[in-house]
């Protein structure tokens, strides 16, 4: 599958534990994006990534969300001491330059 | 502000029936609109992509339309099956050096196919 992929595809979590996330995208892609998405809204922009470079973060990044893409291939979202708020799918896109985002199938959080 | 209004929210139609989906935004400088179909569960995926020179394009029985005056554009599914039921998110990209993504999405029109 040469598709963008995301792992896991389901996490259930407590209150306050950490959560990691991650994030393959199709290997020729540059750009790969994060994104949040709750019930019944569409997808909300996290955070970007050109090759290795975190070149932007929304506000909605609090302290407690940090990603990396350390070799400007895979990428990882963790989330720490989750709160019930976070709940949510987490999407990954990628893209080269500015040509048509992929997304993966997302990871589906649900803190309880 | 950048903005993009989908209409209606949600949308219950008979399998065989046609609809349209409508897209308000207000992003400038405009790039380009896409329509993405986004399963239960599952991440959206691109059906058609609508740049300023183009009024229309299909795409086997969806055609979108694009009005960049009015800075409107439609979805249209005909003749409609069981497995089209999805939220259907409008996309609108803007031209680069505005922001990280440049895009900005809209909050879909969930649709629902009866038997």
Redesign the interface.
């Known amino acids: 599958d040469t598709g963008v992929s995301q792992d896991p595809r389901h996490k259930i979590t407590k209150r306050g534990q950490n959560v990691t996330f991650r994030c393959d995208p199709i290997s020729e892609h540059n750009r790969l994006y994060w994104y949040r998405q709750t019930l019944g809204q569409g997808p909300e922009f996290l955070t970007y990534f050109q090759n290795e470079a975190q070149l932007e973060k929304s506000r909605l990044l609090s302290d407690r969300f940090s990603a990396e893409r350390p070799k400007g291939s895979f990428s990882t979202l963790e989330i720490q001491r989750t709160e019930q708020g976070d709940s949510a799918m987490y999407l990954c896109a990628s893209s080269y330059k500015d040509t048509e985002a992929f997304f993966g199938q997302g990871t589906r959080l649900t803190v309880v | 502000k950048n903005q ?1 209004e989908q209409s209606p929210q949600s949308l219950i139609i008979l399998e065989g029936k046609n609809c349209t989906l409508q897209c308000n935004y207000t992003v400038s400088p405009f ?1 380009n609109l ?1 329509w ?1 179909k986004q399963d239960t ?6 059906l058609t ?1 609508m740049t300023f020179s183009e009024n229309t394009k299909s795409n086997g029985r969806y055609t979108a339309t694009l009005d960049a005056d009015t800075k409107q554009s439609s979805l249209h599914i005909t003749a409609s099956q069981l497995s089209d039921s999805a939220s259907y ?1 409008c ?1 609108v ?1 803007r031209e ?1 050096g505005g ?5 900005t ?4 029109t ?1 649709l629902i196919i009866q038997p």
């Open positions: 993009v790039s896409r993405y569960g599952r991440g959206p995926v691109s992509i998110i996309v990209r680069s922001g990280a993504d440049g895009l999405f809209g909050k879909g969930h």
